[in-house]
């Protein structure tokens, strides 16, 4: 078995906890072939566990398990976690069609990410690892049989393939017939697409937030980045009016078809479709005095490196500041962000920050993170990513 011998910071994050090692913490001239099972060593000899390495990208190894693993026993362990990932969303995720099936590290698969949307389950294989003919087999046989009945679909991202040196490969359907579906999240139906140009799909991560938005929604809405309409689609069940704001047209064209599936459980009328740079437009409303009794923000990561925070807190800043402004009292804010880097102390502080700077009391009534079937690992902030706060605007 190829070792990869890591240096003393390597050494203590894996002791830590953690299961990445980036390449800067390997020593000098550790080396080993692309997407191989490696036995890893700090510098004293002393064995660590088993990892999974990548010659190219910035994480060179993804810890398996503190335990020695070989290359025989590996198909059988990684079968084991899948079942193991499967069960955990039988347990966690039971009243839903749609659900992330393994997440990567948070399910001991570091470099596989697998989601459900109803009859098509997607797959997502993004180290040179899990790219390997082998282990790409173990993962679609073990599909297979846990999923029988759907069809699979490769989902590529190029950008990722590169950072893996990895070859230009196209998405593509590896197993039935269907690549597109209508899928459920808490009732309400969405377009699913893995493989047609416009693609489409959800946040899964939010299924359990959309459904708390809506206990606590009411009045005029404004969802604000809301992609194909999925905090949009949930309030307009419970809520008088309901405006909805992203500057990509392709994703306001799905939301307003999804629109169409739902449109006969909606209370609201139809639901507005804006498309418009959320900064802007915030300001714009704010200034014009607008209000709103609901205001969701749910912004892209913008804080992508360490470096970022400080101007993502500031982006984050001036879009709570404006949404508090605009909301009547007794109105509710549902403020997201899915940056890692941004911790929860740090994104309350934010908000708090943002409501003093507009004289607005508010109460915290949820604070939330991602939906049960996107675990997290202690140990693994990154696993951890996603904030969800919901607050009421007092005075
Ligand atoms: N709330 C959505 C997910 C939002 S993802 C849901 O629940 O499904 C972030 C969205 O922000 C994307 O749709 C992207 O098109 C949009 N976006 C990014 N920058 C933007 C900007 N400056 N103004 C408006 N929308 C933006």
Request: charge should be negative; proline fraction near 3%; glycine fraction near 6%.
């Amino acid at each position: 078995m190829q070792a990869i011998v890591v240096n003393q910071r390597g050494a203590a994050r894996l002791r830590g906890g953690h299961v990445w090692v980036y390449r800067s913490d390997l020593v000098p001239s550790s080396e080993a072939a692309p997407g191989a099972l490696v036995e890893v060593r700090d510098d004293r000899g002393k064995r660590l566990g088993s990892a999974l390495y990548s010659s190219a990208s910035q994480i060179a190894i993804r810890l398996l398990s503190g335990d020695e693993i070989t290359e025989d026993s590996l198909p059988g362990l990684l079968r084991a976690r899948i079942a193991s990932a499967v069960e955990f969303r039988r347990r966690t995720a039971p009243d839903t069609d749609s659900y992330r099936v393994i997440f990567s590290e948070a399910d001991l698969l570091p470099g596989l990410v697998v989601d459900k949307y109803n009859d098509v389950v997607t797959i997502q294989m993004v180290t040179q690892a899990f790219d390997r003919d082998d282990l790409r087999q173990t993962v679609l046989e073990s599909l297979v049989e846990h999923f029988p009945d759907a069809s699979l679909v490769e989902r590529v991202d190029a950008h990722i393939r590169k950072l893996e040196a990895l070859p230009a490969r196209d998405s593509q359907i590896l197993r039935g017939e269907r690549t597109s579906t209508i899928f459920t999240l808490n009732g309400v139906r969405f377009h699913f697409d893995g493989l047609s140009g416009q693609k489409t799909g959800a946040f899964l991560d939010q299924r359990e937030n959309y459904a708390a938005a809506a206990r606590y929604a009411h009045g005029e809405v404004l969802d604000v980045f809301t992609y194909q309409g999925g905090f949009a689609l949930h309030l307009a069940r419970v809520c008088q009016r309901v405006a909805a704001v992203d500057s990509s047209r392709p994703a306001l064209e799905v939301a307003e078809q999804n629109e169409q599936l739902n449109r006969d459980q909606h209370r609201s009328g139809e639901i507005e479709w804006i498309e418009a740079n959320a900064f802007d437009l915030l300001k714009d409303y704010a200034t014009a005095g607008r209000q709103y009794d609901t205001i969701v923000l749910d912004p892209p990561a913008f804080a992508k490196t360490k470096r970022a925070i400080t101007t993502a807190l500031r982006g984050y800043k001036e879009l709570n500041l404006r949404a508090l402004k605009m909301l009547r009292p007794g109105g509710i804010l549902v403020s997201c962000s899915c940056s890692f880097h941004v911790s929860e102390a740090e994104f309350l502080e934010m908000l708090g920050s943002a409501a003093a700077d507009v004289g607005r009391v508010v109460r915290v009534l949820e604070k939330r993170g991602a939906a049960q079937d996107h675990p997290v690992l202690l140990n693994l902030p990154e696993t951890a990513y996603l904030k969800c706060v919901i607050c009421e605007v007092l005075t």
